[in-house]
């Protein structure tokens, strides 16, 4: 009995640290999202690239959005979206079959050189696995590849550049110089991340001399593509909750990969000062991360490597009792495969639905393209994308014109019960239409029937008419 459960452990065990096991299941968390979601476009920031690349090819490269904000300047990073307009000019590959069919192919293909890259620095089988695993369920990895966002390609680029750059061979290094060179295209927050590995990779083989010219050509690059003017390291402000998952962010961090992450700094510190390199490369990533939430898909890798040692670490503590401790790493590995199907679990359900998409068709066909809709901010990339018509606010706020006053001004209608607040805003910005959802209604905007705009709308008919109402789902047009 003993020689079997032995065998049977050892088979488990083999399986566990199969490269093709892991490469197999994450493909398999990836692929999941869209046997339920279906094969189709997801996302604000899917339809936001849709639209920009359909611009660009209609275009060329413009330097005026008149969409966005009701009209903006066109201050963009367009690696993605030239990605996109290339392999359609280049392959006749339709800019939406990419956006659905990229995602998962990317972050495989992002996982095997995760992979590869941790071999190469020879860490035990259980470690390398542990990391692949955790990053698989990282709401952070599972946020960049089951859908099309601003960090699906240049997380990829990132990983397969210093995959070249660790390579014994000169070639490699060659590649690896024309990889660093896309990302400026891609925004500064992406290159930044490249740079500073780079760094401390040749700082750490003190062959520091040979990082020199990787940064002069690539910071050369990044300026010449105006990318410190049009996308720079933006100082953004968000809530302190947003870099967690479980605390309502988006794509934020699994608290339970944060707790094995502490223990994780706790193993690398039994080797004190020796691992001092690895300690400042986490308190400057750390720093950035403070100055930009988008640095968060960076981060979400250190902390996978991280929360590996720390589970080695915690297994390996001297613990009075191994049922607990058993029962320890059971709920801590818990935690995180919580984390990462809670997120598959809210992102399985298709977004943009069909009533909003009606919605935006109606308006599409029923108003002027110089006609500005006001929405939630969570509408307005639709609004743009769907019905081709301006939106007051989005999602992209970064150089957006007149910011502040707008995010006061959406407060202020949405509250306000006055219909001269209302109507001189909506004056103000030049404000044609309403866009209302029955998520507005319930909880994102308002909780009752009565409140602010709502209440507005309903006792003034001589200023406001309805134009649409199904399922919820109301356009509004002010006369």
């Known amino acids: 009995m003993k020689n079997t459960l032995g065998g049977l452990r050892k088979a488990y065990t083999n399986l566990f640290v199969n490269p093709y096991f892991i490469f197999f299941i994450g493909f398999f968390a990836l692929a999941v999202v869209y046997l339920f979601r279906g094969f189709v476009m997801h996302g604000q920031e899917s339809y936001f690239f849709y639209r920009i690349s359909n ?8 330097n005026y959005d008149f969409l ?25 590959i339709s800019v939406e079959t990419l956006l659905v069919v990229a995602p998962p192919v990317f972050g495989l293909l992002s996982l095997i050189l995760f992979y590869c890259i941790l071999r190469s620095f020879k860490l035990s089988r259980n470690v390398l696995s542990f990391a692949c695993y955790i990053l698989i369920l990282s ?9 099309f966002t601003s960090f699906t390609i240049p997380l990829f680029l990132n ?26 295209f891609f925004g500064f927050i992406h290159i930044l991340f490249g740079l500073l590995l780079g760094f401390f990779y040749f700082y750490s083989i003190k062959k520091l001399k040979r990082f020199v010219p990787y940064a002069f050509i690539i910071l050369l690059v990044l300026f010449l593509n105006n990318q410190f ?3 720079g390291l933006d100082i953004i402000n968000y809530q302190f909750r947003q870099l967690f998952f479980a605390f309502g962010g988006e794509y934020g961090l699994s608290i339970f990969l944060i707790f094995l992450s502490v223990f994780g700094l706790g193993s690398l510190w039994q080797k004190k000062y020796q691992n001092l390199i690895y300690y400042m490369f986490f308190l400057i ?7 930009n939430i988008r640095y ?8 996978c490597i991280l929360g590996a040692f720390g589970l080695r670490y915690i297994y390996k503590l001297k613990w009075t009792s191994a049922l607990i401790r058993n029962l320890t790493v059971i709920l801590l590995i818990g935690g995180v495969i919580f984390s990462g199907v809670s997120f598959l679990t809210d992102n399985v359900k298709q977004n943009p639905i069909k009533g909003l998409v009606d919605a935006l068709d109606f308006i599409e066909g029923r108003i002027s393209p110089r006609d500005v809709v006001f929405s939630h901010e969570d509408y307005g990339i639709y609004i743009n994308s769907i019905s081709k018509k301006k939106n007051f606010i989005d999602f992209n706020r970064a150089y957006a014109p007149r910011l502040k006053e707008r995010l006061f001004s959406l407060d202020k209608v949405f509250y306000s019960r006055s219909l001269t607040t209302t109507l001189n805003i909506f004056n103000e910005f030049k404000i044609t239409h309403i866009l209302i959802t029955p998520e507005m209604k319930n909880g994102l905007v308002w909780n009752r029937g009565n409140e602010g705009l709502l ?12 134009m649409y109402n199904e399922g919820g789902y109301e356009v509004w047009r002010v006369l």
């Not at 990983?159 to 400026?184: A, E, M, T, W």
């Open 68 to 92: 966005s904000f009701g009209g903006r300047a066109f201050f963009y990073s367009l690696g993605s979206s030239l990605f996109l307009v290339l392999n359609n000019m280049l392959l006749g």
């Open 55 to 62: 611009f660009v090819l209609e275009n060329n490269i413009p």
């Open 455 to 466: 209440y507005v709308l309903d006792k003034n008919p001589d200023y406001f008419s309805r």
């Open 139 to 147: 709401p952070v990895f599972l946020y960049s590849f089951t859908h």
């Open 296 to 303: 968060l898909i960076y981060i979400n890798l250190i902390l």
């Open 285 to 291: 990533s750390i720093f950035f991360l403070i100055l």
């Open 229 to 231: 003017v049009g996308f």
């Open 159 to 184: 990983l397969l550049g210093f995959f070249f750059l660790i390579q014994k061979k000169r070639i490699f290094s060659y590649l690896s110089f024309l990889v660093y060179l896309l990302l400026p």
